[in-house]
């Protein structure tokens, strides 16, 4: 009986599958997270496109406009609030009400349910982003991107790199309350540093310096780079990958299932 | 406590309980199918047990839930853990299942160790537990899909949703269903894998009667087709009624292990009458009699407690007086009556029985 178990893998793979559709379901169910991340996102885009002088460039902002400028901000935007709060508030409260330690004494373990989790956030911040890229380009005239490729990539380590956090934020946090609190210390903070507030190019070069080393600070300076001037240097990659790799531990190290 | 109308019915009833058909409780001995299941049930003694715990113990922060538990349960046997609140019914189960790790003894599972052995124990044990809950905004129908899809040989859903009553309940969310409806969902999930060890913590508490019968036919016929079920309950009438054997678990430690029959014969150390008499008396008339321990009036009813051939000494004491006991009723023990005396406690709020 043993060594044909441990040939076959745990639980049918169509169980993942389910686990994914259930997952979608939740999400399309409880649309906070779609109106605060996606809706919010799309809705700045398109008061920041139909503003004229917001269209204008400046030396200020190194010869783009405010709109080119904030484009890589909303996508960060997109990233941090999908990763930060609608990644671990379900996990947290998927863990306070005990599905996690019911699904651990089924074939399926725990993990897969988190791994649906991941895989339907991941989904739903590449849909986003890219809808955010086909309305700036195709309603407000936005260059297509310089490197496609360099692109793809820096949103790739970004999403990592949340992901990482947010599975920290969903380790250290023991209510759906505290998950909140902990995304509220984290985002504000980290969106500031990503230029939401005020674009980085205008701010002190010492807080400039900061925001380079921050997940999303990275992870604007990597997407502005990539859509408007090629491959985006090593630097902001690698802060992110750095990111991704020691949250990701952390959480591993941290993370209850019950 | 049940009342017997007439001291012969009474006496069936013991006789009812002896019958060796392990442990058919005698409360329901004509509407169980007794003798084709026994037949084909496997015995203790001529196969390995389904579920194996010896000398089971396990602390928290030092106060001490199970205290060196040990019993087998044998394959297609329903098993019950009787016990009050804070007794270590759960801390059991969740060791049993290995949702925890003893602090010593071990548990078997069909040979398997549920700590070493997890793959295979998720296949062939199914688990309904005390407190779960599922994601609010999912549809019925939904989470049963899910879960089944976690089992490569999964029961025929239709027949677990239509026994457990939630066939019209397929499309509903989770959040708008009753207590007893999560509680059937629950018994349904633990079920979906047609599993053959279902362990079942408190399976139709919150549930109404009608649905708590129901529940156990489901429970009797997965038992006639080999499943071993453990069962946690605080009811009595279901533990008479389902199971082959009962461990009575109190302060961590098994206090009593037996058929239903078993412990209410072990309960029957002291008899009681109760009858109306047809005139006054002393009640040193009856306090004299060997069998006669204790003498109390309840309204114009005398209720007389004693030992050995009880009722025919007080009747025949009476009569001499001239005095005529109408009425007579004789107190039959029960489980719950067995338990009271194995451990000194009440099992539940009198309220709570069903």
Redesign the interface.
């Known amino acids: ?2 060594p044909l ?1 441990i040939a076959l893998p ?3 793979r ?2 993942f ?3 994914v559709h ?1 997952e979608a ?2 999400a399309w ?2 649309p906070a997270g779609l109106i605060a991340g996606v809706g919010v996102a799309l809705l700045l885009l398109i008061i920041f496109g139909v503003v004229p002088h917001l269209q204008e460039s400046s030396a200020q902002l190194g010869g783009l406009s405010a709109f080119e400028v904030y484009v890589p901000i909303l996508i960060a935007f997109v990233i941090g609030v999908l990763a930060l709060s609608y990644l671990p508030g379900p996990l947290v409260s ?1 863990r306070e ?3 996690l ?2 699904l ?5 373990p725990p993990s897969w349910l988190l791994g649906a989790q991941l895989a339907v956030q991941a989904c739903l911040m590449l849909a986003t982003v890219g809808l955010l890229l086909i309305v700036s380009t195709g309603f407000f005239g936005l260059s297509a991107p310089k490197n496609l490729a360099g692109l793809a990539l820096a949103v790739v380590v970004s999403i990592a790199a949340m992901f990482g956090i947010g599975l920290v934020i969903a380790a250290a946090a023991r209510t759906s309350g505290a998950a909140r609190g902990l995304m509220a210390v984290a985002f504000y903070p980290l969106m500031f540093f990503a230029g939401l507030y005020v674009p980085v190019q205008v701010l002190p070069s010492a807080l400039r310096g900061i925001s380079h080393y921050t997940p999303l600070g990275a992870t604007v300076r990597a997407i502005q780079y990539s859509m408007f001037q090629g491959f985006p240097p090593a630097a902001p990659l690698l802060v992110l990958a750095a990111y991704a790799v020691a949250f990701g531990l952390l959480a591993r190290r941290f993370f209850r299932w019950e | 406590m049940d009342l017997q109308t007439c001291a012969a019915d009474g006496r069936l009833d013991v006789k009812a309980r002896q019958l060796p058909l392990r442990g058919t409780p005698a409360a329901a001995p004509l509407n169980k199918p007794a003798t084709p299941v026994s037949a084909s049930r496997p015995t203790q003694a001529c196969s390995r047990p389904a579920v194996e715990i010896s000398h089971l113990r396990k602390t928290y922060r030092g106060l001490i839930a199970v205290d060196g538990v040990s019993f087998a349960v044998a394959e297609g046997e329903i098993f019950g853990i009787l016990g009050p609140n804070g007794a270590g019914k759960t801390t059991t189960v969740e060791c049993t ?3 925890r790790a003893p602090d010593t003894g071990t548990i078997r599972l069909l040979g398997l160790d549920p700590q070493a ?1 997890k ?2 124990i ?2 062939i ?1 199914g ?1 309904q ?1 005390q ?5 609010a ?2 549809r019925v129908a ?2 049963i ?3 089944r ?4 040989q999964p029961a025929d859903v239709t027949e677990l949703v239509e026994a457990l009553g939630l066939a019209g309940k397929r499309k509903d969310y989770y959040r708008s269903l009753s207590g007893g409806q999560r509680q059937r969902l629950s018994v349904v ?1 633990a079920l979906i ?1 047609a599993p053959k060890i279902a362990v079942l913590d408190e399976m139709t508490t919150g549930l109404d009667p009608q649905a708590r019968r129901d529940t156990w036919q489901l429970i009797e016929k997965l038992r006639d087709r080999g499943v071993t079920i453990m069962l946690v309950t605080h009811f009595m009438e279901e533990a008479e009624r389902l199971c082959d054997r009962v461990a009575l678990i109190d302060a961590g430690r098994l206090v009593a292990l037996d058929t239903p029959a078993g412990l209410t014969a072990r309960a029957r150390g002291g008899k009681r009458v109760r009858f109306l008499p047809s005139a006054p008396f002393d009640d040193r008339l009856l306090a004299g009699l060997p069998e006669v321990t204790e003498i109390e009036r309840d309204g114009r009813h005398v209720v007389v407690t004693g030992t050995g051939e009880l009722v025919n000494a007080v009747l025949f004491a009476l009569a001499a007086s001239g005095v005529t006991a109408h009425g007579v009723q004789l107190d039959s023990s029960t489980l719950e009556d067995a338990f009271v005396r194995l451990t000194g406690k009440h099992l539940t709020e009198k309220g709570e029985r069903s």
């Open positions: 009986m043993r178990a745990t639980a049918p169509a169980a599958g389910k686990l259930n379901r939740l169910r409880q998927y009400q005990g599905i330690r019911r651990s004494i089924t074939p399926v | 299942v290995g949702l052995d793959d295979e998720h296949k044990v688990v537990l407190e779960s809950s599922f994601p905004k999912l939904e989470i899909e899910e879960f899809s976690f089992y490569r999930l894998g």
